[in-house]
């Protein structure tokens, strides 16, 4: 029971988490200052209760850079599509990434590709195509928060196929190297734009610190618990509830809505994905 409720509490975080994220943007802190910070947070946090050393990191130089690289723009890129366009279709494409994880474990871990994955590929790829058709110009139109959401998707499902390299480190080293990630994506992001600090109240920077500590770091720790204690296929549907989250909760408090084409796009990209998954677990 405890794993489906960590993972049921990741899902919610999730799929509300933009909420939190716009008010601090409305209150003058963009999206890299936010997750520079926030961040930040979470990472001394855990570096400081729990440390995990530095044993078998020798010898792993570039893997550990791609993954905090990966890591890093999975989470800036996610928080910026949700923050710059629409909450339920920036999740929907970011979850095109289990179909990107079996085409990388492929590539470069020598997984076999099932024969399904010839179906499902291009399923996915049909429902992004619909998600972002325009029928009033007959052409497809991606804006900047869905090419972000796409490569947030990609990224980690790199961050997926370098942590199973990786397998033989810890969770809490892999965990910390992917916050440092973030924090130097972010802090590349507002070196390179310019970007100076923001003058806001200090009630934004505490909601900011506050939600590294106890919102981005417990929920990265409860899909690590919860997705360690259960079937892959269990937890990959279990996290789906993020989407319904954010879609519910943006059409609520923003009043967001998706067309019935850009959910039926959604749709073939969750059942491609959940096929994908499925069929990774069966031959693993």
Not at 201 to 208: D, E, M, R, T, V
Not at 225 to 238: F, L
Request: charged letters at 10%; hydrophobic letters at 60%.
């Amino acid at each position: 029971m405890k794993p489906v409720l960590t993972l049921l509490f990741a899902a919610t975080f999730w799929g509300v988490v933009w909420y939190p994220l716009r008010l601090l943007q409305d209150a003058g802190l963009n999206g890299a200052w936010q997750m520079l910070v926030a961040y930040g947070c979470a990472f001394a946090v855990l570096a400081v209760l729990r440390w995990p050393g530095m044993a078998g990191m020798g010898g792993q130089g570039w893997k550990l850079a791609l993954m905090a690289i990966a890591a890093g723009w999975t989470n800036v890129g996610f928080v910026l599509a949700m923050l710059e366009g629409s909450v339920a279709r920036a999740l929907i494409l970011f979850y095109l990434s289990p179909l990107w994880t079996v085409l990388l474990g492929h590539f470069f871990l020598r997984e076999k590709l099932q024969p399904v994955t010839l179906f499902t590929i291009p399923l996915g790829l049909l429902g992004a195509l619909m998600m972002v058709w325009q029928p009033q110009v007959g052409a497809a139109a991606f804006s900047w928060a869905d090419l972000a959401a796409l490569t947030a998707g990609l990224a980690f499902a790199l961050t997926n196929v370098i942590t199973r390299a990786l397998h033989h480190l810890g969770t809490r080293q892999k965990t910390l190297v992917s916050w440092f990630g973030v924090i130097l994506v972010a802090a590349l992001i507002i070196l390179f734009s310019g970007q100076a600090a923001p003058d806001v109240s200090a009630l934004a920077w505490i909601g900011n610190l506050f939600l590294g500590a106890f919102g981005f770091m417990l929920a990265t720790l409860a899909v690590i618990y919860g997705v360690s204690h259960m079937p892959v296929q269990r937890s990959a549907v279990i996290l789906l509830i993020e989407i319904l989250v954010g879609a519910i909760s943006a059409w609520w408090l923003a009043g967001e809505k998706l067309s019935m084409l850009e959910w039926l796009g959604g749709g073939l990209i969750i059942l491609a994905g959940l096929i994908a998954i499925s069929r990774e677990d069966v031959h693993d």
